[in-house]
């Protein structure tokens, strides 16, 4: 049981340049997020996948798109790389009770993260 | 104002010292709270969710105050292993599973 799993951890890209950040848990979690963090501030969330066939814009989404593949993917793309994205990038899981969405979180769990420097 | 705010620290801790910190949230919506433990360059970790009736675990507790919207962390005879950045979390209904996070505390213990 590998939990929540990322690749790759470490990328170094060119301005301009594209690339497809992959996220996968095998804990039949029906919810995913895709977030960034950036030195002193905290986690924000980029985008979010409710439920397998559901996607949903986050605090910071410009410059990026995602793709839920399944239930147990979630896709993070960087269309065309801007030195404003350089961040870490952790992709997480959750249960997400039905009917319990609306108003309570479950623990959400992490992978171990994306380095990523666009120059 | 920040939705989750935190005091960055570091807080330096002697060893079997007790620490206590505190976060602020700005929606009284809020229904889940929780404290992730984060390593230097690694993922965040669950510590402990919180509840209205306050909670222990080990010596680790954590107290909810709905009325003035702060969580606080407090942690008994400090070990080493203790030191990280402890984030502060709360999520915001209607979109209840979407999570809002603070900068974060950082701790240092030291012998």
């Known amino acids: 049981n590998a939990g929540v799993t990322q690749t790759p951890k470490f990328q170094v890209l060119k301005t301009g340049q594209s690339m497809t950040l992959q996220c996968a848990q095998d804990m039949n979690h029906n919810s995913m997020y895709w977030y960034r963090q950036d030195p002193g501030m905290g986690l924000r969330l980029i985008y979010y996948?409710?439920?397998?066939?559901?996607?949903d814009k986050g605090e910071v989404p410009n410059g990026y798109n995602v793709s839920r593949l399944n239930k147990r993917e979630f896709s993070l793309r960087l269309e065309s790389a801007a030195p404003s994205q350089t961040s870490v990038y952790f992709c997480?899981?959750?249960?997400?009770?039905?009917?319990?969405?609306?108003?309570?979180?479950?623990?959400?769990?992490f992978g171990p993260g994306t380095r990523l420097t666009v120059l | 104002r920040k939705e989750v705010e935190q005091d960055p620290g570091p807080f330096n801790v002697p060893e079997g010292a007790t620490v206590a910190f505190n976060c602020t949230y700005s929606n009284s919506a809020s229904q889940s709270f929780f404290w992730y433990r984060q390593d230097c360059r690694k993922e965040p970790k669950l510590l402990m969710s919180v509840y209205s009736s306050g909670n222990e675990d080990g010596r680790f507790t954590a107290q909810l105050n709905r009325a003035s919207q702060y969580i606080s962390l407090l942690i008994r005879d400090s070990k080493l292993s203790d030191s990280a950045t402890y984030l502060c979390v709360v999520n915001n209904p209607p979109a209840g599973n979407k999570l809002t996070f603070g900068g974060g505390t950082r701790v240092l213990v030291k012998p």
């Open positions: 997480a899981s959750s249960t997400t009770k039905t009917g319990e969405a609306r108003t309570r979180a479950d623990t959400q769990y």
């Open positions: 996948s409710a439920s397998e066939g559901t996607t």
